[in-house]
């Protein structure tokens, strides 16, 4: 039995205005899938907070600067691909679906979540990433979308000569596991400590987010990766590629282990990132079998009226007091070729593109990177899957030319990165939505945490350099996972 809640009081009487039973029984795409979107009004719904018992899948996506978030939830069709042509192959199979959808309601909700890997040739082989597919596209049973004042909630059904009864049975479920108290109290955020001086900082710095405490010692906080002696040896071969041939970069990756601390979990660990990164994007997926969640500063692309927007994000240092000092192979060698690519991918799908005047810093808690936005307007019907398949991966993730730097990566093992360096997002009927790269993430799985961190790898690269380049990057995350902090 359903508890009876204001929400459900209500869809159930807008459910009737909209003449949704009859739409589900009479609609001729007895075989299609079935959609209608609401306006919620204010106060009906509470603000999502993530939550381990949500239904699944699970698809969370957060700016809290933007004050925009997307829950999605339950799986109403499901869009999968891989190798070289993966994300056309995603856009052909959503346009089918699109044939025999019928949609009732407000224009133009998001319509799916998206996912994929680094490497368009990667499988779920490994443990920690099974149940993660190379490339997926998934229609929720539910989305909400609260974006500043506005809600609106999508209810999508596959039909399949189902009852209405049963359709609206689902429905209630997936909005009472949206709405119901966690099954586990989690602790309150700490009281926000004094925000650190706007003046201080350029571009999109976070400039009301504290810094964190440091991380437990090593030895409290369990397993590490490989060690240094193979990222070194690593980082020299790339090195020599560098020196002898086509490549100016190569961005190789490393990962580690730790348990997971009792009492520290994806809804804790969600809550700890909306307390401390609220600059970046906040992600958090779930097939059934473990959690992915990441705080990643960097945006891969946007599209909203006919606008695209990309974040050109390279170049990593600890934040200290005063002005932020990166070293010139940062500012000259390995943030460039970023920006370069990213305009020339644009020029492809936009009639104009247009790069920032000058490298600003965007400051996190611990870290700072040199960030450039470049932004055009799109070609008329261009969707946001079309950007995907021009910018993916840029020389941020991958190196520079990236074809031959695709290919070094994958001859020496360092492609198979699961999800992570892919990108997650969604998108609506139109073509349009957001995709981020996903950085600063950990996948939680079978009572282990499992961090990612890469470092651009150019001629005069040091390895021990790029090595602490990555321990900053995993430090982001093991000071939200250390139960003390």
């Not at 204010?42 to 969370?60: A, E, I, M, N």
């Not at 599209?303 to 990166?326: E, M, P, Q, W, Y």
Request: hydrophobic share 40%; glycine share 8%; proline share 7%.
């Amino acid at each position: 039995m359903l508890p009876e809640m204001p929400l459900l009081a209500w869809l159930r009487r807008r459910l009737v205005d909209e003449g949704v039973e009859e739409g589900v029984c009479n609609t001729p795409l007895r075989e299609g899938l079935f959609s209608v979107t609401l306006v919620v009004p204010q106060g009906l719904c509470p603000l999502p907070v993530l939550r381990t018992d949500f239904p699944q899948p699970c698809f969370y996506w957060h700016r809290p600067e933007q004050q925009h978030r997307v829950v999605g939830l339950g799986e109403a069709a499901r869009c999968v691909a891989t190798g070289e042509n993966r994300f056309a192959e995603l856009k052909q199979q959503l346009a089918q679906l699109d044939g025999n959808w019928h949609k009732v309601g407000e224009a133009m909700p998001i319509a799916a979540m998206t996912g994929y890997a680094f490497d368009a040739t990667d499988g779920d082989e490994a443990s920690e990433w099974q149940g993660f597919p190379n490339a997926l596209l998934t229609v929720p049973e539910l989305v909400l979308e609260q974006r500043e004042q506005r809600t609106t909630l999508t209810l999508t059904a596959r039909l399949g000569g189902k009852a209405w009864q049963e359709v609206w049975v689902r429905w209630q479920e997936l909005a009472v596991g949206l709405v119901a108290e966690p099954s586990g109290s989690y602790p309150s955020p700490q009281p926000r400590t004094q925000p650190l001086s706007a003046s201080s900082l350029k571009g999109r710095g976070a400039k009301d987010e504290e810094p964190l405490a440091p991380p437990l010692p090593l030895r409290e906080r369990g397993l590490g990766g490989e060690g240094f002696p193979p990222w070194s040896t690593l980082v020299n071969q790339a090195k020599a590629t560098l020196h002898h041939g086509e490549l100016r970069k190569l961005v190789v990756a490393r990962s580690t282990c730790q348990p997971l601390t009792p009492g520290v979990d994806a809804a804790l660990l969600m809550r700890r990132m909306q307390q401390h990164y609220r600059s970046c994007t906040l992600l958090a997926v779930s097939f059934g079998s473990g959690w992915l969640l990441a705080a990643t500063p960097e945006r891969l692309v946007s599209l909203r009226d006919g606008r695209v927007s990309c974040d050109a994000l390279a170049g990593t240092i600890a934040r200290k007091h005063g002005r932020a000092n990166f070293p010139a192979r940062m500012r000259e060698a390995e943030h460039p070729p970023v920006v370069a690519a990213i305009r020339q991918a644009l020029t492809k799908v936009c009639s104009e593109v247009s790069v920032g005047q000058q490298m600003l810093t965007l400051s996190l808690p611990h870290l700072q990177h040199l960030w450039t936005q470049v932004s055009g307007k799109a070609l008329p019907n261009i969707h946001v899957l079309d950007l995907l398949e021009c910018l993916h991966p840029t020389p941020a993730i991958n190196g520079f030319p990236a074809t031959p730097a695709r290919q070094w990566l994958r001859t020496h093992g360092n492609h198979r990165r699961g999800w992570y360096s892919g990108g997650v997002g969604w998108l609506r009927h139109d073509g349009e939505g957001e995709l981020s790269v996903l950085l600063r993430c950990a996948l939680l799985h079978d009572g282990e945490a499992h961090l990612f961190a890469g470092a651009g790898i150019v001629a005069d690269s040091d390895p021990q350099q790029e090595w602490d380049e990555t321990e900053l990057k995993l430090d982001t995350l093991r000071r939200l996972l250390d139960a003390g902090n």
